[in-house]
């Protein structure tokens, strides 16, 4: 039993939380649609992307903080 690889919890909660997160990642999906095709390299939706994530960890840190060691 002590050795056993331990589980990574956050991988769970993440997959459980972005459900609730749905309004940031259609706003990332859709700035991903807007600049398909820019071949300048200058348009990015990095602050969309970001703020999906923040969303998800927002949800996931009470949950993984109660779980740790």
Do not use: N
Request: aromatic share 12%; proline share 6%.
């Amino acid at each position: 039993m002590a050795d056993e690889e331990p589980v990574d919890q956050k991988k769970y909660f993440e997959d459980s939380c972005k459900p609730k997160c749905v309004k940031p990642l259609l706003e990332y999906e859709a700035c991903m649609k807007r600049i398909q095709g820019d071949e300048s390299g200058h348009k990015h939706c990095t602050g969309q992307y970001f703020d999906y994530w923040s969303c998800v960890d927002k949800c996931v840190a009470p949950k993984l903080f109660t779980k740790l060691k």
